[in-house]
């Protein structure tokens, strides 16, 4: 399993766009990287995930450059309601169930 | 069901005793995951199961904690002779899997319950 290495935390302001970076040197060829965003209270909740270059959803977007051994996530135009904690976790995609390891995550502080 | 479902949402109980924790994942999805987390932490592994067995169990701290998923869909995470220390949020997730070659967009991507808020006195 593939260790990712992520700020512990970040701060930012309403309306800014937010580039959390998640380290993955070890990420083996099958490995796909996927985000997960938990509010208090609540289990995480699935944000985006990719495997190379760029992906976009309503949310977010995810760069991942040529040797995969990083990925950032975008968040555009931070609210208040973006306030969690982010995390990076790599792992393969296209297999059966397997082990699914959080790491500690980045927590997202955004002031008005 | 529409999510994962878990019950009950807040347990105290006091230590030494028994505790069982139910999820109800989403219809459908054959792999369920258990995990614990402690505040200002990440979730932690404890077990996943692809349909009525356990894949890897490798996370679970001791011997007083087992789980179950008997007919390949609830799961019951059972707790023996509890302890101080195992005061946490348990989180079950449940995702989507499939045999072959092909992927099923969203695969492996897990769906959490809210959790279930353990304190041991």
């Known amino acids: 399993l593939a260790k990712t290495t992520q700020p512990i935390s970040m701060d930012s302001y309403e309306g800014q766009e937010v580039n959390i970076t998640c380290s993955h040197n070890?990420?083996?060829?099958?490995?796909?990287i996927t985000w997960y965003q938990q509010f208090p209270s609540q289990g995480p909740r699935f944000i985006i995930q990719?495997?190379?270059t760029k992906v976009t959803n309503e949310v977010a977007s995810l760069f991942i450059p040529a040797d995969r051994k990083s990925s950032t996530l975008s968040l555009p135009r931070v609210s208040l309601s973006d306030t969690a904690v982010y995390y990076c976790l790599v792992g393969e995609r296209y297999s059966s169930a397997s082990k699914i390891i959080f790491g500690s995550g980045t927590r997202l502080s955004i002031r008005p | 069901g529409a999510g994962v479902s878990q019950t009950p949402s807040n347990k105290v109980t006091e230590k030494g005793k028994y505790v069982e924790l139910r999820c109800d994942p989403i219809?459908?999805?054959?792999?369920l995951y258990w995990y614990r987390q402690s505040l200002g932490q990440g979730p932690e592994f404890l077990i996943y199961f692809q349909g009525t067995g356990a894949a890897d169990d490798s996370g679970l701290p001791n011997d007083r904690f087992f789980a179950v998923r008997p007919e390949g869909s609830v799961s019951t995470l059972k707790i023996q002779r509890t302890e101080r220390g195992d005061s946490a949020v348990y989180l079950c997730?449940?995702?989507?899997?499939?045999?072959?070659?092909?992927?099923?967009?969203?695969?492996?991507?897990?769906?959490f319950g809210a959790g279930s808020r353990l304190t041991v006195l």
């Open positions: 997730a449940s995702s989507l899997t499939f045999v072959g070659d092909r992927g099923v967009s969203g695969a492996n991507v897990l769906t």
């Open positions: 070890n990420i083996a060829t099958n490995d796909y």
């Open positions: 990719g495997y190379k």
């Open positions: 219809s459908g999805h054959t792999a």
